[in-house]
């Protein structure tokens, strides 16, 4: 009788043992979530044409708590890929591409190579140009300018663990996993 017993307490041991084991790794699991989603960036288009500004422009802000790794940027203007206004435009320049958008003033471009890292609360531009003297005719213009383009910035968090992607369509901007 004193063996069955002994038997019963090793036995209760060795299970709640093993209970806190495996509370342990889930908690550690839950722990190393929350520390990912903790360094997590998320980037934000605006756009700006107010008189408030000296520039008209088209931001991108990182918004996350951690630093956007820029893995790939691209754009289309008017439906077509870059290789295609290269090779069906001529339009191998920025300042080519301001023309081709009907955009009477010299357009800013902002570029990230591939690895570029935008920092939590910093905001870059992707185009622009000084407002001048700003009248709602040159704002428009900037407007209808900025609809003909599709501006993609795929992006990852430190870890790499998760592919993200924030596509600017005209003028919206959608963010998704990819």
Same mark, same amino acid.
């Given at each position: 009788?004193?063996?069955?017993?002994?038997?019963?307490?090793?036995?209760?041991?060795? !299970?709640?043992? /093993?209970?806190?084991?495996?509370?342990?790794?889930?908690?550690?699991? /839950?722990?190393?979530?929350?520390? $990912?989603?903790?360094?997590?960036?998320?980037? %934000?288009?605006?756009?700006?044409?107010?008189?408030?500004?000296?520039?008209?422009?088209?931001?991108?802000?990182?918004?996350? /708590?951690?630093?956007?790794?820029?893995?790939?940027?691209?754009?289309?203007?008017?439906?077509?890929?870059?290789?295609?206004? $290269? %090779?069906? %435009?001529?339009?191998?320049?920025?300042?080519?591409?301001?023309?081709?958008?009907?955009?009477?003033?010299?357009?800013?471009?902002?570029?990230?190579?591939?690895?570029?890292?935008? +920092?939590?609360?910093?905001?870059?531009?992707?185009?622009?140009?000084?407002?001048?003297?700003?009248?709602?005719?040159?704002?428009? +213009?900037? $407007?209808?300018?900025?609809?003909?383009?599709?501006?993609?910035? +795929?992006?990852?968090? /430190?870890?790499? &663990?998760? !592919? !993200? +992607?924030? $596509?600017? &369509?005209?003028?919206?901007?959608?963010?998704?996993? !990819?």
């Amino acid at each position: 009788m004193a063996d069955l017993t002994e038997n019963v307490i090793a036995g209760s041991a060795a !299970l709640i043992a /093993l209970a806190a084991l495996g509370y342990s790794i889930y908690e550690g699991r /839950l722990a190393r979530a929350h520390a $990912r989603l903790s360094v997590r960036p998320r980037l %934000d288009v605006s756009l700006r044409v107010s008189p408030a500004f000296n520039r008209f422009a088209l931001t991108v802000k990182n918004r996350g /708590l951690g630093p956007a790794i820029i893995v790939k940027h691209d754009y289309t203007a008017n439906g077509k890929s870059r290789d295609q206004l $290269r %090779d069906e %435009d001529g339009v191998t320049t920025w300042n080519q591409l301001s023309t081709y958008l009907s955009f009477p003033d010299k357009l800013n471009w902002g570029y990230f190579p591939e690895e570029s890292i935008i +920092q939590p609360g910093e905001e870059e531009e992707l185009v622009g140009c000084p407002t001048g003297d700003y009248t709602p005719e040159r704002a428009k +213009q900037f $407007r209808q300018a900025i609809r003909k383009l599709v501006i993609t910035l +795929q992006y990852q968090s /430190l870890y790499a &663990d998760e !592919l !993200l +992607q924030l $596509r600017f &369509d005209g003028m919206r901007a959608i963010a998704e996993e !990819l």
